[in-house]
């Protein structure tokens, strides 16, 4: 998938993204929305409802006022 | 155990959560919406009223009204039109008669069942949790002698040519259940796939860390898989594995350095649920403090595959020193409430120093298995010793396996066979859960 937003840079915060459970709509909608609120879509789990990506820091209000959205997370870092 | 109790024991009451109404399932295609035929709803109105004489109001016509719906629900009868459901009052006469009735030719009753009161699907785990730790408490007041070992008698398990001591704890040595056409999927640093004590049992294996190959080059996720499904007569040394017939579903998602990121676990998480796994191990964990929350994305995950029929156990984390007084949070996604979190236990069953434990009320250890000195699988075809409640998972993944080869297959009897089989110890429900991880012989 090509998204207009980049997927590096200092500001920018990888996330989980939560979908809500009740979701109406297709993927590719749901991916123009949250493209359009910053988000640059890596992975989506249409199993789990989870969306993987990377956003601004100064964005991520913004992407979890989204009616479509349960919660945003920062990815983390996970060990042995 | 509980059978033989005496009559002033309170007791585990499988009919607790019935709510004392009945579920009517109709085969009446009432129809939804602009498709729906009101006659057909009359007719499985009329059915009920036939068979057992139980009147009902169709939902869709008290829509508007919430007082009669109020009423449908709380004391008469209501028949969900979209669902086709009846739910109703029925006594055991009645009851009686609708179950006869379905055996009848034509008959517009499918199947009748008691209902229960229902947990919130995201407190699925918590709710079995907190109905054992009731039934323990209670016991643990009325009878103590039968909830805890013999004062002054302390388990000391060794290794021996046999097996390892985490297989004689664990009960799994003398179990006659081998975990035979269960799914376990190790979530971990990959695996040596041709190590000899379980290449056999590897069924499916996938890398979801970009450019590796689920080939181990760590050593963590051999020796996970290991104890899980190593071989009852390995190449060399004792038996290892919990569950040597189990099938294992390797998914790499920690690199060869160990590490791994939130986004390829869930990866593999989802390949699990999708290769219909009914266990998922997973030894990993980031660090919390108390005042941390789970993870919504880790607790959805962790409910889409409990709902799919699979449960996850994660290790409760090794970041304590218990013998300078420091006990940790449970770490993440361990903390999540629809995922097992499995503390370690060392030879003397003893909660391990390093050992995660319960710090804020909700967030805790479920259950706990041998982590300390635990010898298993190591990449090259060889074994070796590794410490850790990453060793205390994969021995409950195994032991689920062999609950699943006694015919158990769905999650939610997995899940409460785990937790109500497990052994009780002399220790705190915070750092130990419900007991040592038990198989049944």
Redesign the interface.
Known sequence: MISPNSSEGPDRV?V???LR?DLAGTEEELIRELDEAGLSV??V?S????V?GTVERTAMERLEALPSI??V?P?????? | MIDALGDDVPRWDPFADLTGRTLVVMDVDVGVGRRRRPSRAAEAAAALADVAGVAVVASDDVADDEAGLLEAEESGGLLLTELGIAVVPADPDQTQALRASVADAGSAVMHVEAERWAYPANDFLAGYRHGVTNLLDSLQAARPSLVAPLAGVQAAWTDDSVSTWGLKATGALGSRFTGRGCRVSVLDTGIDLAHPDMAAQIGASRSFVPDETVDDGHGHGTHCAGTVAGSSTPVAGPRYGVAPEAELHIGKVLSNQGRGRDGWILAGIEWAILGDCHVISMSLGSRTSPTDPPSTAYERAASRALERGTIIVAAAGNDSSRRFGRISAVSRPANSPSIFAVGALDAMEQVANFSNGTVAPGDGVDIAGPGVDVLSAAPGGGTRRLSGTSMATPHTAGIAALIHDQGVSSAADLAMRLLVGARRLPAASGDVGTGVVTARR
Request: hydrophobic content about 40%; aromatic content about 0%; cysteine-free.
């Open positions: 990888r989980l993204v939560t459970a890596e992975e789990s199993v789990l409802g989870i993987t349960e919660a997370e990815e983390g870092e996970v060990t042995i």
